[in-house]
């Protein structure tokens, strides 16, 4: 089972997004945008990373704000098993948790017999991505297991 990252570009959408997030009102058109958006499971079409249910379940990542639901709207953390809208404000919050891991999250790695380098491996396209799109204030779609 796996996650995957990417990157959203699509212009009216990030507008409809940034309507959300900033708790504005859409109209019909831009619902059914969003609803097809969230609904469209297809991470090829964003060009995007993948992450293993197993690495992805390591971290706490209920700290961010991110988009998701039905309607969609502000929320704390992942759909686990849909898709999730991840602004770039949370970004930062996201990879800086990739790459500095608790003592319970270390515990956790070392429960599925992992070590830290392998870890650093698998995560660090994420990492890349997610930084990238930090900077360049572009938001993140997640498409949960």
Avoid: C, W
């Avoid at 961010?64 to 770039?88: A, D, R």
């Avoid at 515990?107 to 360049?136: F, G, H, S, T, W």
């Amino acid at each position: 089972m796996k996650h995957y990252f990417g990157v959203i570009i699509d212009e009216k959408i990030i507008y409809i997004l940034n309507k959300v997030y900033n708790n504005q009102k859409i109209n019909i058109y831009e619902k059914i945008r969003l609803n097809i958006l969230m609904s469209d499971y297809n991470p090829k079409k964003y060009n995007s990373i993948d992450l293993s249910d197993e690495v992805f379940r390591v971290l706490n990542y209920t700290k961010f704000i991110s988009l998701f639901g039905k309607p969609v709207k502000k929320q704390e953390g992942f759909n686990y098993y849909g898709v999730t809208i991840i602004p770039y404000s949370s970004l930062k919050i996201i990879y800086e948790s990739f790459l500095n891991l608790s003592k319970e999250e270390m515990d956790r790695l070392r429960e599925i017999n992992m070590a830290k380098n392998e870890y650093n491996d698998l995560i660090q396209p994420i990492v890349n991505l997610l930084k990238k799109a930090y900077e360049d204030k572009q938001y993140i779609i997640h498409f949960g297991i």
